[in-house]
């Protein structure tokens, strides 16, 4: 893929960040997610690149969403697979509440999983800890190998987690070990990176949350150097037999590899509401701020990035 498409991206993500922010906390989660796909997808139509959506929001002609199959970019430069999440956090982001994030990723054309739209069960951790973790292994194990890479005791390792009844046995398994935990309300790929900045306090993700956010996390932490472990959890014969459609083994444990292949990928992001890595849109009269993240899996460059955009230039929000 070529260099200019790091710098290309994180407009999209501004622009969707930028028009989905108006929506906080207003209740209106629906609204918010379509201002952020329509954003997405216009700002996207002027990259010069073939893209075809392989992670979206809906199935085909499923409008406004960015349906799975679709086509994005000019037509010209490079073939990609594209993962979108206009929102990640539709409910924070109606709530008013925190790590609402604006994401997408990238990655040569058949290089990401097609991941079905069901739950995954995932661990993940940050470039100190990989190779010390197994989904298949006690969460008293998992948390005894971070510690240890990381040179904790264990009742200083930080365990996050989406804040769900289906959760409750590893929640008190970790707390019987010792670990301390953050829970979350929603926003799990937010979860997923944090591990890999000690700034955010976190040190490994449990628990289940939307496989298609389980290859956008992926995509991040193989820029980030770090590991997300997944498991396909389908609900019934039909979910079953999709996976199947789709070439997936739910039986296998998902590793980086599957998840996304190769050696090259881009990940995008940019906050909505403010998080532990990046703060939310700001709106201030004549300008909005916003705060992204940006990052190649090929060099290994993190960006962070503050951009001032003109309301009375842009007053549509779309980013030029």
Sequence with gaps: MERSLTMELVRVTEGAAQASARWMGRGKKDEADDAATTAMRDIFNTVDMKGTVVIGEGE????????????LGTGMGPEVDVAVDPVEGTEILAAGGWNALAVL???DKGNLLH???MYMDKIAVGPECVGCIDINAPVIDNLKAVAKAKNKNI????????????????IQQIREAGARIKLIENGDVAGAINTAFDFTGVDILFGAGGAPEGVLAAVALKCLGGELQGKLLPEDDAQLQRCL???VDPSKV????????????IFAATGITDGELL????FKGSHATTHS???????????????RHSLKKKPNLVIG
């Design 245 to 247: 459609k789709m070439g």
């Design 279 to 282: 703060r939310g849109v700001q």
């Design 60 to 71: 085909m002609d499923e409008a406004p969403m960015l349906y799975i199959g679709e086509k």
């Design 254 to 265: 998902l590793l980086m590899d599957d998840l996304v292949k190769g050696d090259d990928a």
């Design 293 to 307: 993240v940006v990052m190649r899996a090929k060099s290994g460059t993190v960006r962070f990035i503050e951009g």
């Design 105 to 107: 990723a990238i990655a």
């Design 115 to 117: 991941a079905p739209d």
């Design 155 to 170: 009742e200083d390792v930080v365990a996050t987690i989406l804040n769900r009844e289906r959760h409750a046995h590893i």
